[in-house]
């Protein structure tokens, strides 16, 4: 069973930075393709950033020039550098892989602050 834990969010002004981390149990490379979602209190869960297997990158508009998505093949991490928050930015973040089978980690709340 595939796990991905996520780590590194919390409270920040607006303007501020965070990174989450994604953590999986097995390699990165095993995977088509990775994912960052959000979900805002109320909301639906919505995309924001994707990373394929080789390497290419998608982003929502939303966080397009804000947000970085990146991997650490030797780490079996990927990250999500997040710049000049806003405060719609808030909600809670899930890191997804899918190899046929889509998994989910257990979320990280981020806070951003006015």
């Known amino acids: 069973q595939v796990r991905l834990v996520e780590s590194g969010g919390g409270l920040v002004q607006a303007g501020g930075s965070l990174r989450l981390s994604c953590s999986a149990s097995?390699?990165?490379?095993?995977?088509?393709?990775m994912g960052w979602y959000r979900q805002a209190q109320g909301k639906q869960r919505e995309p924001v950033a994707f990373?394929?297997?080789?390497?290419?990158?998608n982003y929502a508009n939303s966080v397009k020039g804000r947000f970085t998505f990146s991997r650490d093949n030797a780490k079996d991490t990927v990250y999500l550098e997040m710049n000049s928050l806003k405060p719609e930015d808030t909600a809670v973040y899930y890191c997804?892989?899918?190899?046929?089978?889509?998994?989910w980690g257990q979320g990280t709340q981020v806070t951003v602050s006015s």
């Open positions: 097995e390699s990165v490379l095993s995977f088509d393709i």
């Open positions: 997804s892989a899918n190899d046929g089978t889509e998994y």
């Open positions: 990373i394929h297997k080789y390497g290419g990158t």
